[in-house]
């Protein structure tokens, strides 16, 4: 299995807003690949980005088809929560990011097995 480099939560901000929503989490591996987890509707606007801009410029932000695009690196926050090695796995990173925040980040819902998000509707 590939190694982690570094997690980043991708936020989006609409044309005329001014509250950056989180949109997704992206897992950037040592070999330069990278996977995201997002809204189904921002998933290929969010791979597209990851593919056309350098990681530095999307910490910075960026504008796409009117959009503003940022990242934020989550790896120390993640791993002060995931101690032990086999924490740390892509499940567990998203498990632990989403009972974090449910409400911002429903998309990762799936991703939860804690029997309090059981009762919600499916997506």
Wanted: hydrophobic share 35%; aromatic share 10%.
């Amino acid at each position: 299995m590939a190694k982690i480099r570094r997690i980043f939560e991708a936020s989006i901000e609409e044309a005329g807003d001014y509250i950056f929503t989180p949109s997704g989490v992206i897992i950037l591996m040592e070999s330069g690949d990278f996977q995201i987890y997002s809204e189904s509707a921002r998933h290929n606007l969010l791979r597209r980005t990851c593919m056309r801009y350098a990681w530095d410029q999307l910490v910075d932000g960026v504008k796409v088809d009117e959009l503003n695009i940022r990242i934020r690196d989550i790896t120390a926050d993640l791993r002060r929560r995931l101690d032990s090695e086999n924490e740390w796995t892509t499940d567990e990173i998203l498990k632990t990011w989403y009972e974090q925040n449910p409400r911002q980040l429903f998309f990762l819902r799936r991703y939860s097995s804690s029997p309090s998000h059981t009762n919600m509707p499916p997506l």
